[in-house]
């Protein structure tokens, strides 16, 4: 039966994920890059500095907060066994693609978070926002809002968390022979804990684990490449030159090439899908372009320096198979797992291997353990989000509370079963739940483009005269756009201007 399923996922992903949606996300990022004026490497700094606003209330979290809360979703499974799944499928060159696509996604990001803020309302007296709200509120289309709301459900919470669960469990089990169901009972068991506590306890376990996990894996991977410092131009060299099939010892054509560094890339931020857009709706800001120029910031930090500092592990200790039948000799159980196959995490944990010795396994098991973890609490609430949205309304508050009980139970049922599939699967319905939102949400961000671009210039507009920028819905404003909620926040500033 399940090889039956994953037949049918197959069947589904190669047309998702086809050259249709290269010409989407790269082609979105690009337009998105062009038309903001290249705003991520413009704003770099001042992108980086909305990150640290910590000023939350009752019905919104910090800035900072969701950003944790986001990075919680992005630092995850894809930037360990997604790094390591690109470059057996598509070889180095495949970091090359992954990084490029890192930065024209910012620009995708920025854009859907951006929006996100604008339409977000409160609900329950906390903000709720995302694609769906976009689509009913930005363009009137309430039918695809319910539709968009069913498909980031279902996807984030029945089967997204398939690999992120996944990758635990096999982390753990190659690192120190636990069983998969064990870890995966452990995992829905904490998991149940945590967003029992809504947003603010998923916010705060997520600001106090992510700057942490961060910054230890990033020291790992550091002492790594002083470790092999010297091979390091060779190494550029090799993927840039492999990035364009030009490097015959790992095989593979341009376009898997392209297509396996774009699809991690995608995968590891999940910019266009929608993903971060709820998070980032959650927070308190005075404009919406602050937390959009945070969220960018966040697939910086997510796909061009932790994939990169992934696949530099990896690829300086050779400690990595591809699919078309290179076998590197940065260890001696590659060819073992060569002819299994076997591919992902283990790369990195051979990678380290080579520097930390034994327990070099449980060091990025554990690693692996905080990043999957809270990519699944982030896949929580975006499911969450989305339920709320399709009940709407006072006389629905009941149906809210009995929805988000229910979610609160089946999703860590749902871990629990994930952590026993095979790895190929549980990356299949992964990939299948992330292109699937990725289409739908992207139509509504490329529509309602003109707003993102509009608030862009007022915010630059704003810089320049030397202001804190604030959205004032008297000056600026759009149908669907919560005025009384826009007034209520910026209060101070509207006052302070008259």
């Known amino acids: 039966m399940l090889n039956s399923l994953n037949n049918v996922v197959n069947f589904l992903n190669s047309y998702i994920w086809g050259v249709g949606m290269l010409i989407l996300i790269v082609g979105s990022g690009l337009y998105f890059t062009i038309r903001l004026h290249g705003f991520q490497f413009v704003h770099f700094k001042d992108m980086w500095s909305r990150i640290i606003d910590k000023q939350d209330s009752d019905s919104g979290i910090s800035a900072f907060g969701s950003f944790c ?11 360990v066994a997604g790094v390591a799944v690109a470059i057996y499928m598509g070889g180095p060159g495949a970091l090359f693609w992954m990084i490029l696509a890192g930065m024209t996604n910012s620009a995708v990001c920025f854009a859907e978070c951006t929006l996100s803020v604008l339409y977000k309302t409160r609900i329950d007296g ?28 279902i996807g984030t919470s029945v089967f997204m968390p398939a690999a992120a669960t996944y990758t635990i469990c096999d ?70 030159t492999a990035a364009f099939a030009k490097n015959a010892v790992f095989g593979g054509t341009i376009g898997v090439i392209i297509q396996q560094g774009v699809k991690r890339g995608t995968f590891s931020s999940a910019s266009g899908m929608g993903e971060a857009s709820p998070t980032a709706a959650a927070a308190e800001t005075s404009h919406p372009v602050k937390q959009g120029m945070a969220n960018a910031a966040g697939v ?13 592990m990896i690829l300086l200790t050779d400690c990595f198979n591809t699919a078309n039948g290179y076998v590197g000799s940065g260890s001696a159980e590659l060819p073992a797992l060569a002819a299994a196959g076997t591919n992902g995490v283990i790369f990195v944990q051979l990678a380290c291997k080579t520097v930390m010795g034994k327990i070099a396994p449980t060091f990025i098991a554990i690693m692996l353990a905080l990043f999957s973890f809270t990519c699944l609490i982030s896949y929580y609430y975006e499911a969450e ?30 871990i629990f079963i994930w952590g ?79």
């Open 69 to 79: 809360t986001t990075m919680a979703m992005r630092v995850g499974t894809g930037n």
């Open 126 to 153: 906390q903000y709720r926002g995302g694609g769906a709200y976009c689509a009913e509120r930005g363009l009137g289309w309430k039918k695809y809002g319910a539709f968009m709301a069913m498909i980031l459900m």
């Open 171 to 240: 982390g753990f089990h190659n690192a120190i022979k636990i069983p998969m169901w064990v870890s995966a009972l452990v995992i829905a068991l904490i998991l149940a804990v945590v967003v029992i506590g809504g947003v603010k306890r998923i916010s705060a376990i997520a600001s106090m684990i992510v700057p942490f996990m961060v910054t230890v894996y990033l020291i790992a991977a550091i002492v790594i490449i002083v470790m092999n410092i010297t091979a390091v131009p060779g190494l550029i060299k090799e993927v840039v």
């Open 300 to 312: 910086w930090l997510d796909t061009v320096i932790i994939c990169t500092a992934s696949g530099l």
């Open 385 to 414: 989000t989305a339920a709320m949205y399709l009940f709407q309304g006072d006389s629905k508050a009941k149906i809210r509370k009995v929805v988000t009980w229910i979610m609160r139970i089946a999703m860590p049922v749902l």
């Open 420 to 498: 026993n599939l095979e790895s190929d699967i549980a990356w299949n319905l992964s990939d299948l739940a992330l292109g699937s939102c990725t289409w739908v949400n992207m139509l509504v961000v490329l529509l309602l483009s003109p707003k993102v671009i509009a608030l862009y210039k007022d915010y630059e507009s704003q810089m320049k005269e030397k202001k804190d920028p604030y959205y004032n819905p008297d000056k600026l404003t759009w149908d669907g756009v919560d005025t009384e909620m826009w007034k209520d926040i910026n209060k101070k500033y509207i006052e302070k201007d008259k």
